[in-house]
Every structure is written in structure tokens, then in C-alpha cells.
């Protein structure tokens, strides 16, 4: 419960950043398309933000006593379960259907009407739809310890038939509301299953390849992306 706890506040501190430069990005297209790509220039916050505060002094003295340890103890050989190629297909899987809708979001919108005639217009109404796609998931995310706890096996199940829910309203509404609403669906399922592969991979990993299970869950996750 812990372990999942902290990596649904993971997730929920990535859905705010998400959330700040979707709707960020909107309002900058106003200003014409070019200027939307200049939300990119926020990259340079982390950069500062780590050279001044992360110490590699610190890792690099904690390596050296990892080395010393390791003398002594035998070396386990890393082995990566099959579970965690199963999981990491699966949110291969889950993105390649999720992403697609995102990327369309704008064009859809214009396509229905709801945004008028300007595609400025829809591209912003997109842009918040997707914000609230990520914002929608601070709050689950953060509770996602307690919602497994609650929900149990049939916490991906639930989350599945949101994410089936909100893309039937995005696919097929045509009033502003209706659309948020698909949003806010889909929003909901992306807090649940993101953690929930994760925690599920470090449960089913042993610690001396818990970073390999990791690196294999995320390259399968940007793959799909």
C-alpha cells in the first residue's frame, strides 16, 4: 500500500507539470502556432533546478561503498521475470490505443463544429480538454493507494471502461461539455493504469533487477508513445 501510495504522488506530480504546459501551450497558440513550440523552453527549469541541487558528490561516495559491499558479498544475478515483459507490453498496448486520440483532439474538435470556423479556436479547446485530462488525474492519482486497496483485480477493469467511456464521448459528442466529459474519462483511466503497471512491476521484480524491470516498463511506455 505504501509502495503504491508514493507512486501514485509520482504520477500526480507529472500530471501537474503535464497539466501547466497543455494549458500553457493553447493559450500560446493564439499567438500563432509557431509560438505554441516555445513551451519546450520550460525543459530548461528542471536542467538549473538539478545542477543546483543535486549532488553527484554524494552518489558517487555511495557507489564506492555499494563496490565495497559487493566485495564481500556474492553478486546475484539480475533476472528479469517475464511478468514485467507482459506489463511492459501492455502499456505498450494501452498507449498506441490512448495516444492517437490526443493527437486528433484539435481536428475533431473543429470537425464537430463546436469550436465554429476558426481552427485557432479548436486547438485551444483541445488544449484545455487535455488539461483537464491531466489535471482530473492529480487527485486519483494521489488516492491511487487507496482506490487498488478498495478496488482490488478489478482496478484495471474499471479503469479500462473509463478509458472505453471517455473515447466513445470524445469519438462521438458535439457539445463542449460532452467532449470535457470524455476527457475527464479518459483522464481517469490514465491515473490508474500508469501507477498500477508500475507498482505491479516492482512487486513482481526482485531488488537486484528492480532498475532493469523499470527501464524495460518505461521504453515499452515511450514506445507506444
Known amino acids: 500500500d505504501q509502495l503504491a ?13 503535464s497539466a501547466i504546459c497543455s494549458l500553457v501551450s493553447g493559450l500560446l497558440v493564439v499567438l500563432g502556432w509557431q509560438a505554441g513550440f516555445s513551451i519546450y523552453l520550460l525543459s530548461v527549469v ?26 564481500v558479498a556474492p553478486k546475484a544475478k539480475a ?11 501492455g502499456l505498450f498496448a494501452f498507449f498506441v490505443f ?13 470537425e464537430s463544429g463546436v469550436a465554429g470556423t476558426s481552427q485557432e479556436s479548436a486547438s485551444t479547446i483541445a488544449s484545455t480538454i487535455y488539461s483537464f485530462f491531466t ?3 492529480i487527485p486519483i492519482s494521489i488516492f491511487f493507494g487507496a482506490i487498488r486497496k478498495r478496488l482490488g ?5 474499471v479503469a479500462l471502461a473509463f478509458n472505453a467511456l471517455g473515447f466513445g464521448l470524445l469519438s462521438f459528442g458535439t457539445s463542449v461539455p460532452v467532449l470535457f466529459a470524455g476527457g475527464i474519462c479518459s483522464g481517469v483511466a490514465f491515473a490508474i493504469v500508469v ?22 516498463a518505461m521504453v515499452c511506455l515511450n514506445v507506444g508513445v
Do not use: C
Open 195 to 216: 501507477p498500477y503497471a508500475y507498482t505491479l512491476v516492482a512487486e513482481v521484480s526482485p531488488a537486484e533487477s528492480m532498475s532493469t524491470s523499470t527501464t524495460i
Open 79 to 89: 533476472h528479469v521475470p517475464g511478468a514485467v515483459w507482459g506489463i511492459g507490453f
Open 98 to 110: 490512448q495516444l492517437p486520440m490526443a493527437y486528433a483532439l484539435g481536428t475533431r474538435i473543429f
Open 135 to 137: 489535471i482530473i488525474g
Open 5 to 17: 501510495g508514493m507512486i501514485g504522488i509520482e504520477n500526480a506530480v507529472g500530471s501537474v507539470g
Open 46 to 71: 528542471p536542467l538549473v533546478l538539478f545542477t543546483l541541487f543535486v549532488n553527484l558528490d554524494d552518489e558517487k561516495g555511495s557507489s564506492e561503498d555499494q563496490a565495497q559491499d559487493a566485495e
Open 153 to 157: 483485480t478489478f482496478t484495471v477493469p
